[in-house]
Structures are given as C-alpha cells and as structure tokens.
C-alpha cells in the first residue's frame, strides 16, 4: 500500500477555512518534522484538526460528491433512465464499478471512477491519528494551558480513537477486507506493504478503539464545535451503527439507548427541516465541517441535484436525476402531509424532482451571472433520527415489535404522518423504508439495503428491470466495492475484492 507524507502540522483555520487545493495535495510543503513539533498543547490541538481537515478531504475528494457517491448513488434514489452528469456516475449507479481507467487518466486523477476506487486519503486521517496517538502522550502536561491539563490531553487522545475507529468503519463498509495500520512511522512513504486485513478483525479494533475512547470523551463539547468534534454521544452512535452492521443488535440497541438518553439531542422541528444541513443543529451528533466558501463545492450534492429557479447557475435538467417513480411510490408515497417531502424537495411530480434539503436558500454565486454557486452545509453523518431508528431496527430483530413500532410512529408523526401500517412481519422492511424517507440523501442508503438484504433477503438497490444488483450477485459479495487495480500494482500485496477478481 502505498503512502504518502502526513500533513501533521495542520491549523484551526485549516479545518475551518483551507482551501481544497492545498488538502488534496498529495505531498504537502512546509511539514515539521516529529523532533521539532509536539511541544505544547497548541500542537497537540492542531494535530488532531488536522485529522478533522484529512477527513474532511477524503469524504469529498471525489468531486465533492464521494460521502453520496458511496452511500446513495448505487441505490433506488437515483434514475437508471435519466442520463447522468458524468461518465463514470452513471456506471457507479449501476454498479458497474470494473470500468477500465487508462492511466494518463489515472495518474492525473481526472477519473472519478479512479477516486472512488481509491483509499489513500483514508489512510492518511488514520496515519494522522496514529500520530496523534504516538506522540501527544509524550509532551508534558506542565506545557498545557488549559484549566485541566490531564483532560485536555485524554481528550485529544480521545477524538483520535474515535477518528480512527471511525475512519476503518467507513471504509470497511465500502470495501470490506482492508489494510489494519495501528502505528505511524518517520517516513510513512517507506512504511511496508500490507495485505487485506479481514474485516471482523478490523471492527473488533474499531470496538477497542472507541471502548478505549468513551472515558476520554465528555457529552458536550463548546457551542462552536458542537457536532464537529467527538463527544462520547459520537461515539456511542458509531458503536451503535458499527454493532448493526455486524448484526449484533443485543449490542446495537443499548449503544444507541446511551445516545437518546444521555446525549442532550432533540428533533430539529420538520417545518424547519433544511436547517439541520446547514450544521451543529440540536439534532446533529456527528458531522464533517463545511462552513467556508471554499467547501460549499460548486459540484457538491446541492448543485449537482438541483436546477433552476432553485439553483439559478443550472438553466437544464439536474445533473444528478432523481428516480422519480420511486420518489413518489417507494420514498413520499403522501407529498401533502409529509414535511420532509414539502421542505426537502420541488417539482416532485416531473421527471426531474430537485432536491433542496442542501441549498438552505443560502446559495452564494461568486461570479457573475449567477454563476460558480456555493452551496453551505456540513456533511450530516450521525443525527438524532438515524439514531432512533437505528434503535427500532435493533428492537425489532430483537423480537420486541411493539417497541420499535413506537420509534417507527415517533419518526412519522414529527414529520407529519400518521402511525405505520405494516405488519410485524413487515416491520423491519417499514423500519429501513422510513430510514430511507427520513436520510434521504445523507449518505445512508446503500448501507441500510445491505443490512436489509442480509436480515431479510430484501433487494432494493434498483426497481423494474434494472437491479443494481440482484440476490445472486449480492450472495457472490458484489455488494462490496473493488479497489482500484492501481493500488494493487503499488503494492502486490494486495488482492482484488473477490467478486470482482475476474472483472477487472
């Protein structure tokens, strides 16, 4: 696997304000060395947002779509009929991920199938926490300015730990069997190639990681870093979605018990649904930060998934199309009452609905015309909602229906509608479709048809005639991603994902 030189010395304003060029370089300049850096709790602090910022850039590198490009664009929220923007979008919708990259295109990262296929960003935030990890224990608590120097330290180390575990769940969920890095090096770039690490050895350190994180972490954290910095309710929620993916839902349920009851959250009202994308709303547990100019990404999700009047720079058809038959028959079945549908979306009956949940009627041009938008909102991963049902989901493959029909009812009611009617053996099925209405979007989908398919052999990756991928291929493990064969030759010692081993 190859590796490149982590940016360890990484301002605040670098979280919240760097421009994206400089975070996708690849080897950044002006880097310190170990030897003369961790002196004092200034660094200690810029080095864990530092692994905030590499996050940050590894969710959106590609094309600031890649959180959506993963989670939703390969499921039934997407046309398979409506030509799509770009290329290699429209093979990602169909799954058709063993599309050739020649490699003029490849070394030029022109390819969004390339960047998608590619793990290396995610190696540098857990290179950068390992280094965290290393070296804030070694600088002296007497060089901590805070009230609470030992606190200030565990939690430092804490958010580390979760980032970490965090990192290898995200993308352990896209690729399955990947590289377990525990340790960072003087040289990264030297580091030693690794193989494919299975991927219960792999959540079984994520666990240890954020088991090893909770004492550290507080409930709350200051009202300016709310959501976008770890707290224990974080955590508690990535155990939670870590337990449920695995199917251990005995553990699942109390993870995200200890979030509801502990965390301090609270439903934004659907009347004011956008706001919750605009960031650290009461709702939000975890987000990425994207409150700058130059994060709004003008070929971000908001844009490519809206058009004019909404979006004033886009006078054709979205450039991400909607399904929208499944919008109104598998998603928004009663447009008139249910808020999500009135606050999140417009002309839902065309064949090209607009998504608005991202714009937050907060769209910045920045040239003239109406042109180059910049669309504000963080990246929403965790939020009260999911967590909630989340618990229903656990609740009912625990055999207790009645409690999660409770949930089930909750999340409709806030959002307008009346009590589910599924049956109980419908009910896991209702509990995933209410998830789908509820995270449109947010970078859920694909992962919730995966845990359907595994507790239910329930497929809905696609509708009519064009699955995404059928119940035999989901057998055959298509369902996890391959690595981009460049990665491969960098390192030998890597295998292909073996459902794809023969395509590509």
């Known amino acids: 696997m190859k590796r490149y030189t982590t ?29 003369n850096f961790w002196k004092d709790e200034a660094e200690a602090n810029s080095a864990i947002t530092g692994a905030y910022a590499l996050l940050r850039t590894a969710i959106n590198y590609p094309e600031g779509v890649g959180h959506y490009a993963w989670g939703d664009l390969p499921t039934d929220q997407f046309s398979a009929t409506q030509p799509l923007n770009q290329q290699d979008y429209a093979n990602i919708n169909q799954m058709n991920l063993q599309i050739s990259v020649s490699s003029t295109a490849a070394t030029n990262d022109s390819r969004m199938m390339y960047r998608v296929r590619r ?24 060089a901590y300015t805070s009230s609470n120097p030992a606190a200030a330290q565990q939690r430092i180390l ?22 377990l890095v525990l340790e960072t090096v003087a040289d990264p770039v030297l580091g030693q190639p690794l193989p494919r690490t299975p991927a219960n050895q792999v959540l079984d350190q994520a666990i240890k990681d954020i088991e090893t994180a909770m004492p550290m972490l507080t409930w709350t ?32 349920a109390p993870a995200t018990d200890s979030v509801i009851l502990k965390g301090g959250y609270a439903f934004v009202p659907r009347s004011n649904f956008t ?58 079945t009663d447009t008139t009452n249910d808020l999500r549908a009135r606050r999140g979306f417009a002309l839902m009956n065309t064949t090209d609905p607009v998504v608005l949940k991202y ?26 909602a ?20 409770v949930i089930l009812d909750e999340i409709r009611n806030i959002a307008g509608l009346g009590a589910s009617t599924a049956t109980n053996a419908d009910l896991f099925e209702a509990i995933i479709d209410e998830r789908g209405r509820e995270l449109f979007l947010e970078g859920h989908r694909y992962y919730d048809l995966v845990r359907l398919a595994k ?18 291929e989901f057998a055959q493990g298509k369902y996890i991603w391959p690595i981009d064969p460049s990665l491969i030759i960098q390192n030998p010692l890597l295998t292909q994902t073996p459902y794809w081993a023969d395509k590509m």
């Open 158 to 179: 804490g958010e580390a730990y979760f980032l970490r575990a965090f990192t290898y769940f995200y993308i352990l969920r896209i690729w399955g069997d990947v590289p």
């Open 119 to 142: 793990w290396d960003n995610f190696y540098r935030v857990i290179d950068q926490a390992n280094r965290v990890l290393k070296f804030v224990p070694t600088i002296p608590l007497s």
């Open 455 to 472: 507790k239910k052999n329930i497929f809905k990756f696609g509708s009519g005639s064009t699955p995404r991928i059928t119940s035999s």
């Open 221 to 252: 954290s200051v009202a300016a870093e709310r959501a976008v910095r770890a707290t224990r309710g974080a955590a508690f929620a990535l155990l939670a979605h870590i337990h449920a993916w695995r199917g251990a839902y005995d553990k699942a």
């Open 359 to 384: 714009l937050n009627d907060n769209v910045t041009y920045t040239a003239v015309n109406n042109t180059s938008p910049v669309v504000l909102h963080n990246i929403v991963v965790f939020r009260l």
């Open 7 to 35: 940016i360890f010395l990484l301002s605040l304003s670098m979280v919240f304000g760097s421009s994206c060029k400089k975070l996708l370089d690849k080897e950044p300049r002006n880097t310190m060395t170990d030897a």
């Open 275 to 332: 706001t919750i994308f605009k960031g650290q709303s009461i709702e939000g547990i975890f987000e990425i930060s994207q409150n700058k100019t130059n994060e709004g990404y003008a070929t971000g999700i908001g844009t490519r998934t809206s058009k004019s009047p909404y979006l004033l720079s886009n006078t054709g058809n979205t450039q991400m199309p909607l399904d929208p038959v499944n919008l109104l028959t598998r998603y928004y």
């Open 386 to 405: 999911d967590i909630k049902l989340l618990r229903a989901e656990a609740l009912e493959a625990l055999g207790n229906p009645g409690g999660a029909r």
